[in-house]
């Protein structure tokens, strides 16, 4: 129990939190236009000035794949904790948390679908799935999570859309349009919801397991590749995926938060800290667990590509930015600055946007190593070689994706009820 | 004969009914406006107008004698395991690691016969050094699709656009492939790649009045590829580009009586094709063999194509 009175470092600082909100969106501005470079390369000369190929066929975009639908994931398994498990302290930010999940995984689609060699057939996905394939799986399982999350938020911001209706200009209009004229709050219909919403909530928790779950699979599943083929590979991926997801919320809640300068406001901010910090104390155990095993076990074919991690042309991406900047100073800041949110803001904003180097960490060294020694120099090309760094279309095009994604958040932010409290929801003491 | 005769008639002709009865079914209808890119496109025009391969024209073989080239031997083992029913057929590989001189002619006839654009191979040769200078030795390992009886690609391809055909050899689908390239991360052998959409003729100059230059080489990079007996032309954004390809044997040149692309090329006689299931063919032979191996045995994959040690 602490005090009642905070110290000033312990509220959030309106004046900081504007000028970051300004910064950013001028980054994302700025993300979209340059990103939509990439996107012309792209859908003019498909996937030609593309660096992955025949020999390491998956890039940037597989990982920024798995890297945003993996935030997309962790926020949802968060905004679970409101409206299945009903932890009052997070009921303030449940509807955040299901924006940042909706926009991740359009962000997450938007990525994948860049990467198909046929963009114009991804329906077959739908109508002529092979269920014998963890991948075939995918679309199915993205499609009810789509549909259980945006009828979740729906439900969520129903209530605050209804007061909303009242406003002018857009809002308003965006409020009465997507009311879809039920209107109705009375506290026995908004029991009702929230029961539904628990629903929703437990059938997608197991949901968000088995998706991402299967992300992980589908990298566990190939046998022909020792650094990806094992049990753990899964589980790694659902770790992550809620150690990032509850990173950006924290550094989300903190940014866009409802009442920002209130008490409630920063006890939430330390409250995801400390979640984040024990998860990324798992993380840490899985991954070095998978390291350490690796190399261990001296199996040339699964070493090597750990050695390519550790100490491979890319080593810098494995200890600056991810144990770097995504473990040692994020852990520093959330164990001693735990009470101050511009840190734990900041913990959980390097967690999140470090992950890319996770990901990219899974996908590329699992196929930069030649599975038949010789194919390394028999027959060279575009496409035939074995190391991959991303091309500028690439990367515009993966800036473009976070960009979408970000733009949506944004626009939501701005335009939905989804940092708005209730007066119901204040009456809620804290401890 | 005639067997082959009539199943690859009827499979011809039970198509294009097919194709005119739904036609007329939907004719004048608002589908019909949906099928009209299809009717329109070479790919269906193309189909319609080639016959269906005849038995009679695969090529005369001479009889057997005394001394002949092996590839007579198999064209004529061929023309046997043709009479037979697809899925009697064991299509099968050997190549003789002892006659292979690491000319890497095969790769290129191969490129040449299925028009192979940049980043795409089918059969690559490694190339194996051993001992230590002065006493080194080199030993020259192609590398074809394996065909597995048990293929790890064809399970994950998550829109069934792949499958082991029942004469053996993995099939693509490249109208159905959608290019998620999870097959290839799938291979143990790398023998999937990627068609990127590229072109060997990218940044030649441009010489129209001599016989060299963009124009003259841009004509054969385009002319169609006949994967699994189906014509590809190299148009932009269209199957085959963007999908996944692999060796298949010359499948449009085995139908026809023909042996691989990569069999007939190779200077030392290494490698031999056959059906497998006939016992008195020289692939049968091979492979009984004591000094046989395949490629990773341990994955249990069953690669169909063997080596000679």
Known sequence: MRDSTFSKTELISQNRVKILNKMFRIAVTIALVIGFVGLIDRIANGHHNA??????????????????????????????????????????????????????????????????????????????????????????????????????????????????????????????????????????????????????????????IAFHGSVGAIFGAVGARPYWNSGLTPIIFLVGALLSGGALLAFVVYLWGPERRSRE????????????????????????????????????????????????????????????????????????????????????????????????????????????????????????????????MEWLVFIFNCAVAASIFILGRIYLPVAVVRNNEMETNHE | MPELKNELDTTKKVKVTDRNDFLKKVGGGIFASLLLPAIFSNKFTTALAKAAPEIDNLPNIPPKQDGEDVLVRMMRDLKRALKKPLEQRKWSMVIDLRKCVGCHSCTISCIAENKLPPGVVYRPVMTEEIGEYPNVRERFIPRPCMQCDEPPCTGVCPVNATWKRVDGIVEIDYEK?????????????SARTFDSGRYYNEDTPENTSAYVGKELAENYEIKPAYDYGKEWPREEDDSPIGNARKCHFCLHRIENGLLPGCVISCIGRATFFGDANDKEILVAELIGQPNVMRLKEEMGTQPKVYYLL
């Not at chain 1, 945006?150 to 009465?176: C, H, N, T, Y």
Request: hydrophobic fraction near 55%.
């Open chain 1, 51 to 208: 660096n992955y190929g025949s020999y390491i066929p998956w890039g940037l975009w597989v990982a920024g794949y798995i890297y945003l639908i993996g935030l997309s994931a962790g926020a949802f398994m968060m905004s679970a904790l409101v409206f299945v498990f009903r932890i009052k302290a997070f009921e303030r930010i449940g509807k955040l948390a299901l924006l940042v999940a909706l926009a991740t995984l359009i962000g997450a689609m938007l990525s994948i679908w860049m990467d198909v060699g046929h963009m114009g057939r991804i329906y077959r996905m739908i109508f002529n799935t092979n269920f014998g394939s963890v991948m075939g799986w995918m679309a199915w399982l993205y499609g009810l999570y789509f549909i259980l999350l945006s009828i979740e938020f729906w439900i969520a911001v129903r209530p605050d859309l209804v007061a909303w209706m009242q406003k002018e200009g857009i809002k308003g209009k965006l409020a009465r349009f997507l009311t879809f004229g039920k209107t109705n709050i009375s506290d026995e219909k908004i029991q009702k919801d929230k029961k539904t919403l628990r629903i929703l909530g437990s059938i997608g928790i197991p949901l968000a």
């Open chain 1, 265 to 392: 406001n920063s006890e939430i901010v330390f409250l995801i800290g400390r979640i984040v910090l024990a998860l990324l104390a798992l993380d840490v155990l899985l991954e070095y667990a998978e390291i350490t095993i690796g190399l261990w076990s001296s199996v040339p074919s699964e070493s090597e590509s750990l050695k390519l991690i550790l100490f491979g042309d890319y080593w810098g991406v494995f200890w600056f930015v991810h144990i770097g900047l995504g473990i040692v100073i994020p852990a520093l800041l959330l164990i001693f600055k735990s009470r101050t949110p511009r840190f734990v803001a900041l913990a959980g904003f390097l967690i999140a946007v470090t992950f890319i180097s996770v990901r990219l960490n899974i996908v590329i060294p699992g196929l930069a190593i030649p599975e038949l020694e010789g194919l390394r120099d028999a027959f060279t090309g575009p496409g035939l070689t074995f190391s991959y760094f991303p091309s500028l």
């Open chain 2, 177 to 189: 492939c959608i290019g998620c390239r999870y097959c290839i991360t799938a291979c143990p052998y």
